[in-house]
């Protein structure tokens, strides 16, 4: 039996810009994670458990499209195996179409949980791969942010199609992570910005400039520890994120109790339109903001420390 999890994942800064080649700063979030577990079965195909969405089916039998069901074939082959004789159970307790992650976490869990099944331990590069060729599947023109912070597990500053930077952030700080109730799909959202560039491409250009701009003062704020001017950039970007078209009156909401309720700043994080919110802490007013944010209407809050490595 092998076994293997990843953490989930927010995007702090640049989403939707990073896939026009600007930017992103995205961090993971372990207090969520995706878990999958390969056990040997004497039969001939594979059983894929999935009982967090009810599900249990042999891989032959899967659903056109079925993301777990492409991530087993594609790490099989990568891995020179047949798919054959195990069962392959996926637990997550990342929420679903919230900007968290879940996807790129549950094919990355799985990879590594296989690798470790054949005896090879995969490397965080060949699991973000991986991984990468579902979000494909799904999303169309995915920027690869979601897989690659997931798989290395540590802060990024990504570039589309470049090797990723780590970078040191001064100091650990808090985010609040706020769930608007409402599902974002990340591939409506990314359609609907391309339609809208499409339509006004020097108006999405220089938002997008804007947006880039915005994440490279981020990057120097988190090297020099200047939290006040971190919660500044959150703001400015969710402004610009508001100009693109992403934004809705349940993200606002909570945005703004966030600021209200003394945090830095606040933005929403990921594809948008639903989704999880993001707010910058004082750890002073780390207690107080969880309250605030459910009386706002946040359906979950989950208060995450941020820092470089896994905690
Ligand atoms: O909703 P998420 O976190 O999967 O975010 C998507 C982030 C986008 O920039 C909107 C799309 C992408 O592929 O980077």
């Not at 023109?141 to 912070?149: A, F, I, L, Q, W």
Request: with cysteine.
């Amino acid at each position: 039996m092998s076994e293997a999890s990843a953490p989930g994942k927010i995007i702090l800064f640049g989403e939707h810009a990073v896939v026009y080649g600007r930017p992103a700063i995205a961090v993971p979030v372990w207090q969520v994670s995706a878990r999958a577990r390969v056990e040997a079965a004497g039969r001939r195909g594979v059983i894929v458990e999935a009982p967090d969405i009810g599900r249990r089916y042999e891989l032959d039998r899967a659903r056109q499209g079925d993301p777990l069901a492409a991530i087993i074939r594609l790490a099989c082959t990568h891995l020179e195996r047949a798919p054959a004789g195990m069962v392959v159970h996926v637990h997550s307790t990342i929420p679903v179409a919230r900007g968290l992650g879940s996807g790129a976490a549950v094919s990355i869990a799985t990879a590594r949980a296989l690798g470790l099944f054949f005896g090879r331990e995969l490397s965080a590069e060949e699991a973000s791969a991986l991984a990468y060729e579902v979000e494909k599947l799904h999303h169309g023109t995915p920027s690869g942010v979601d897989n690659t912070v997931i798989a290395y597990g540590q802060p990024i500053f990504f570039i589309k199609d470049k090797p990723f930077e780590p970078f040191r952030t001064a100091l650990p700080f808090w985010v609040a992570i706020a769930d608007t109730g409402v599902p974002s799909s990340t591939r409506i959202t990314v359609g609907d910005v391309r339609r809208a560039w499409e339509a006004d491409r020097r108006r999405y250009e220089e938002l997008f400039d804007r947006i880039g701009q915005i994440v490279l003062h981020a990057r120097d704020a988190l090297e020099q520890g200047d939290i006040a001017r971190l919660g500044e950039l959150m703001n400015e970007n969710q402004t610009l994120l508001e100009q693109v078209g992403v934004s809705s009156r349940e993200i606002e909401r909570l945005v703004e109790a966030a600021r209200n309720g003394g945090a830095l700043g606040a933005k929403l994080s990921g594809g948008g339109r639903g989704g999880n919110v993001i707010a910058l802490l004082d750890e002073a007013k780390r207690g107080q903001i969880e309250d605030v944010l459910a009386k706002a209407g946040a359906a979950k809050v989950i208060v995450s420390e941020v820092t470089e490595k896994r905690p």
